[in-house]
């Protein structure tokens, strides 16, 4: 799934890690990479698996008006820990203002988005 939308909600996939890039030579059944460098790829080590935003209707000093708050879901098994930086990524949104969960389900997610 590369994006979730479900009524305000849209959330897409953030996949956080680093592959190589280079020249490929292919070897038989396998392919090396000459010169290879790293390349990182997503927001930052420790950016939830899904981001996106909930569209929200502000106070009535700004009648009518929306706007987008920032939304980060970190998905997990039911046995799935999240790391210290994935923690500190979370806290972050959260002190900024935006929506940010831990989930083991959708129910989870849809609490951690509704419910903060």
């Known amino acids: ?6 009524g305000d909600v849209r959330l897409y996939r953030n996949n956080v890690g680093m592959a190589y890039a280079g020249k490929p030579e292919k070897r038989g059944r396998s392919v090396f990479i ?3 460098y ?21 106070t ?3 009648v ?9 879901v970190e998905c997990k098994d039911d046995k799935g820990r999240a790391n210290p ?11 900024a203002g935006g929506l940010a969960c831990i989930a083991r389900s959708v129910e989870d997610a849809r609490k951690g988005l509704y419910n903060q």
């Open 60 to 62: 009535p000093d700004m």
């Open 34 to 36: 000459a010169n290879a």
């Open 64 to 72: 009518g008006r929306k706007l987008a708050v920032f939304a980060s």
């Open 85 to 95: 930086e994935q923690e500190a990524w979370l806290a972050r949104i959260k002190a």
């Open 1 to 6: 799934m590369r994006e979730f939308n479900h």
């Open 38 to 58: 790293p390349v990182r790829y997503g927001l930052e080590v420790g950016s939830a698996d899904l981001i996106g935003y909930r569209m929200v209707t502000i």
